[in-house]
């Protein structure tokens, strides 16, 4: 299986990315730092995670110490929700490549389909402004254009909302970043990336087994153990394979030097068709609903409107 996906754009975006989401600062440097050192070609940051100056720092100290350069590294980041005006989406770019010490972006999404007023919170409906991906999408191309992003996406965006934005893209999106593992396995949206030339990136790829506020360890489902002891791997392996054998990238979010040299481990093998066709009875339950941003005040009245009826 390629180490790789070739993005719209002709970039090869590598399938397996350090995911940096949850990782606290004192611990995410070391993170993507070992990672890098383990074999790791691809990170994925956010301004919102507020820890990419400790990245930042890692990347610095691999680039002095020889270990990698910058053009063997693909690095992603994302425009927050209070970024979405088209002056602002240069400045929150500035902001991120400065913290990451970085001229460029391999890859820089829209985080979420959903605006707030600068520097104020999702949670609070006063803070809510009017929606308008595609003015916020012409600033993002500008950014394309001027080489600081090299491919430009978006994130979290379901079928009907990332096919409105193909309609009035002058430069389509490369990449739909979303919540994609066996317990989750985004049938529609992968089908409608497939046509359109988009490459579906999996967060979350092994659900979400560090949150607390979520129940969604695919590492304990049933059919993921059962598949893991006949080929002799983890759960983790056979979630982060099953993805990968679908054609999507992912990222898995781990501070364990271990665990993060074992995620890595998905390339020499691979699920035979019979085992793959298990896990497609999986029961399926979206784990991250967005329910903070669903209210009578909100463009999303309903979570089918969020989701466009993907849930």
Same mark, same amino acid.
């Given at each position: 299986?390629?180490?790789?996906?070739?993005?719209?754009?002709?970039?090869?975006?590598?399938?397996?990315?350090?995911?940096?989401?949850?990782?606290?600062?004192?611990?995410?440097?070391?993170?993507?730092?070992?990672?890098?050192?383990?074999?790791?070609?691809?990170?994925?940051?956010?301004?919102?995670?507020?820890?990419?100056?400790?990245?930042?720092?890692?990347?610095?100290?691999?680039?002095?110490?020889?270990?990698?350069?910058? *053009?063997?590294?693909?690095?992603? +980041?994302?425009?927050?929700? #209070?970024?979405? @005006?088209?002056?602002?989406? !240069?400045? /929150?770019? =500035?902001?991120?490549?400065?913290?990451?010490?970085?001229?460029?972006?391999?890859?820089?999404?829209?985080?979420?389909?959903?605006?707030?007023?600068?520097?104020?919170?999702?949670?609070?409906?006063?803070?809510?402004?009017?929606?308008?991906?595609?003015?916020?999408?012409?600033?993002?191309?500008?950014?394309?254009?001027?080489?600081?992003?090299?491919?430009? *996406?978006?994130?979290?965006?379901? +079928?009907?909302?990332?096919? #409105?934005?193909? @309609?009035?893209?002058?430069? !389509?999106? /490369?990449? =739909?970043?979303?919540?994609?593992?066996?317990?989750?396995?985004?049938?529609?949206?992968?089908?409608?990336?497939?046509?359109?030339?988009?490459?579906?990136?999996?967060?979350?790829?092994?659900?979400?087994?560090?949150?607390?506020?979520?129940?969604?360890?695919?590492?304990?489902?049933?059919?993921?153990?059962?598949?893991?002891?006949?080929?002799?791997?983890?759960?983790?392996?056979?979630?982060?394979?099953?993805?990968?054998?679908?054609?999507?990238?992912?990222?898995?979010?781990?501070?364990?030097?271990?665990?993060?040299?074992?995620?890595?481990?998905?390339?020499?093998?691979?699920?035979?068709?019979?085992?793959?066709?298990?896990?497609?009875?999986?029961?399926?339950?979206?784990?991250?609903?967005?329910?903070?941003?669903?209210?009578?005040?909100?463009?999303?009245?309903?979570?089918?409107?969020?989701?466009?009826?993907?849930?």
């Amino acid at each position: 299986m390629a180490r790789h996906f070739v993005l719209n754009t002709g970039a090869k975006m590598p399938s397996v990315g350090l995911g940096t989401w949850q990782s606290d600062p004192g611990v995410v440097g070391e993170a993507v730092y070992a990672a890098v050192k383990a074999g790791y070609r691809h990170i994925d940051c956010a301004r919102i995670y507020d820890n990419e100056k400790e990245v930042g720092l890692a990347l610095k100290k691999l680039f002095e110490e020889g270990v990698v350069k910058r *053009g063997d590294l693909f690095i992603t +980041s994302k425009l927050w929700c #209070d970024y979405h @005006a088209p002056d602002d989406v !240069p400045v /929150a770019l =500035d902001k991120s490549l400065s913290d990451l010490q970085l001229e460029y972006l391999d890859l820089y999404l829209i985080h979420s389909p959903f605006s707030v007023k600068k520097g104020t919170s999702i949670g609070n409906p006063e803070n809510y402004v009017t929606l308008n991906i595609p003015a916020t999408w012409a600033a993002m191309e500008k950014l394309h254009d001027a080489g600081k992003a090299h491919a430009i *996406g978006v994130s979290n965006f379901a +079928s009907r909302k990332l096919g #409105d934005l193909l @309609a009035v893209a002058r430069i !389509p999106p /490369a990449v =739909d970043q979303v919540e994609c593992h066996p317990g989750w396995q985004q049938t529609k949206l992968h089908s409608f990336c497939q046509s359109t030339g988009v490459h579906l990136s999996a967060y979350s790829p092994l659900g979400s087994p560090g949150s607390t506020w979520s129940n969604g360890n695919v590492l304990k489902e049933p059919v993921v153990i059962s598949i893991a002891e006949k080929l002799g791997k983890t759960p983790a392996q056979v979630a982060l394979r099953w993805n990968i054998q679908m054609g999507h990238s992912v990222l898995p979010k781990s501070v364990s030097e271990e665990r993060i040299k074992q995620n890595l481990d998905v390339y020499d093998w691979s699920i035979p068709d019979d085992l793959l066709a298990k896990i497609s009875e999986i029961k399926q339950t979206r784990l991250q609903m967005g329910n903070v941003v669903v209210n009578k005040d909100s463009v999303y009245k309903t979570l089918e409107e969020l989701w466009d009826g993907e849930i």
